[in-house]
């Protein structure tokens, strides 16, 4: 009996089907949906559902562990911008931004600068420089923690040594210098990152413009208005953004620090929205409030994929 090669084993397609299919795939471009739809699903269960969830929660609310979930609408919004505690959160979290995203940016563009230039030792110190970055965030939430201590950490200790102060300061525990302690060790963790982000791109630079600029008698202060900042704007944008976002979203360095003391002094929006839900248990508020800063987040992370976009084209 002669054997038929192209039969079909259990409904298997033939080596020439196959083919097809492949071509098939290859023509009309949908060949890469089969190997995206494991992360499309994955995000769904893990980003989408839980934005959707929320934003559902938003418009109920329930009485202490009660099941049964009432219609409110937009109550829960209107409760909380009128709740003078929502607008204290939100004036914390924009002087937060405001200051680490700053800071972080003028030493991160200065160091980049400085390891710009060629000089003995610069690839030792530029790997000690990032060590902050990569320190682990309650790792380094914690020894600052005890570095701030008002009877033994070691900051008091050596400012007395140098004369600039007399007797202890209580750094996280005085409303007044509290989120300024926390904004100094945000900045000492995050701006490695904005240095090596900014460095690459000055390493981008042709460096036929500078040669070109020094022989029209350019100095360093034209060369850096003229020449630097603009061949430098598309990734110091792409940059501020991203720290934005992820000073927007920052939980973990305040909680371990101070929990948002004292007298809600370094309360931030995220604390405050762990405060309602797992301390007050107005889950339905918090979920209102996590839904306003999701929105507030939206729109930076908008002009961030717009802006890489139009990188992208360029």
Request: charged share 15%; proline share 4%.
């Given at each position: 009996?002669?054997?038929?090669?192209?039969?079909?084993?259990?409904?298997?397609?033939?080596?020439?089907?196959?083919?097809?299919?492949?071509?098939?795939?290859?023509?009309?471009?949908?060949?890469?949906?089969?190997?995206?739809?494991?992360?499309?699903?994955?995000?769904?269960?893990?980003?989408?559902?839980?934005?959707?969830?929320?934003?559902?929660?938003?418009?109920?609310?329930?009485?202490?562990?009660?099941?049964?979930?009432?219609?409110?609408?937009?109550?829960?919004?209107?409760?909380?911008?009128?709740?003078?505690?929502?607008?204290?959160?939100?004036?914390?979290?924009?002087?937060?931004?405001?200051?680490?995203?700053?800071?972080?940016?003028?030493?991160?563009?200065?160091?980049?600068?400085?390891?710009?230039?060629?000089?003995?030792?610069?690839?030792?110190?530029?790997?000690?420089?990032?060590?902050?970055?990569?320190?682990?965030?309650?790792?380094?939430?914690?020894?600052?923690?005890?570095?701030?201590?008002?009877?033994?950490?070691?900051?008091?200790?050596?400012?007395?040594?140098?004369?600039?102060?007399?007797?202890?300061?209580?750094?996280?525990?005085?409303?007044?210098?509290?989120?300024?302690?926390?904004?100094?060790?945000?900045?000492?963790?995050?701006?490695?990152?904005?240095?090596?982000?900014?460095l690459a791109g000055l390493q981008?630079?042709?460096?036929?413009?500078?040669?070109?600029?020094?022989?029209?008698?350019?100095?360093?202060?034209?060369?850096?208005?003229?020449?630097?900042?603009?061949?430098?704007?598309?990734?110091?944008?792409?940059?501020?953004?991203?720290?934005?976002?992820?000073?927007?979203?920052?939980?973990?360095?305040?909680?371990?620090?101070?929990?948002?003391?004292?007298?809600?002094?370094?309360?931030?929006?995220?604390?405050?929205?762990?405060?309602?839900?797992?301390?007050?248990?107005?889950?339905?508020?918090?979920?209102?409030?996590?839904?306003?800063?999701?929105?507030?987040?939206?729109?930076?992370?908008?002009?961030?994929i717009r802006r890489?976009?139009?990188?992208?084209?360029?």
């Amino acid at each position: 009996m002669e054997l038929d090669l192209n039969a079909t084993i259990d409904g298997a397609p033939t080596p020439e089907r196959a083919k097809g299919l492949r071509r098939w795939f290859a023509r009309s471009g949908r060949g890469g949906i089969w190997f995206v739809a494991p992360a499309i699903l994955v995000l769904l269960l893990v980003v989408t559902y839980p934005i959707l969830y929320q934003a559902y929660l938003s418009l109920f609310r329930s009485a202490f562990f009660v099941d049964h979930l009432e219609f409110v609408g937009l109550r829960n919004y209107v409760d909380t911008f009128s709740n003078p505690q929502f607008w204290h959160a939100m004036w914390r979290m924009t002087i937060w931004t405001a200051a680490c995203v700053s800071l972080q940016f003028v030493l991160g563009f200065a160091a980049a600068i400085v390891f710009n230039e060629r000089f003995f030792g610069r690839g030792l110190l530029r790997a000690l420089l990032l060590v902050p970055w990569i320190v682990p965030v309650v790792v380094a939430a914690s020894t600052w923690r005890w570095m701030y201590h008002p009877d033994f950490g070691v900051i008091n200790a050596l400012m007395r040594q140098l004369g600039l102060i007399e007797q202890n300061v209580n750094w996280l525990g005085n409303p007044d210098l509290a989120l300024w302690s926390v904004v100094v060790v945000n900045v000492w963790k995050m701006f490695p990152f904005v240095m090596l982000m900014l460095l690459a791109g000055l390493q981008a630079i042709p460096r036929q413009l500078y040669e070109a600029a020094w022989v029209d008698g350019a100095n360093i202060l034209h060369t850096f208005r003229f020449v630097t900042l603009p061949a430098m704007r598309a990734v110091s944008v792409v940059t501020l953004l991203l720290l934005i976002i992820w000073t927007l979203n920052s939980f973990t360095i305040i909680f371990v620090m101070t929990e948002g003391g004292p007298l809600r002094s370094t309360e931030v929006m995220s604390l405050y929205i762990y405060r309602l839900a797992f301390r007050n248990f107005q889950f339905e508020e918090a979920a209102a409030v996590a839904m306003i800063l999701f929105f507030v987040m939206l729109v930076f992370s908008v002009f961030y994929i717009r802006r890489l976009y139009v990188k992208e084209q360029d």
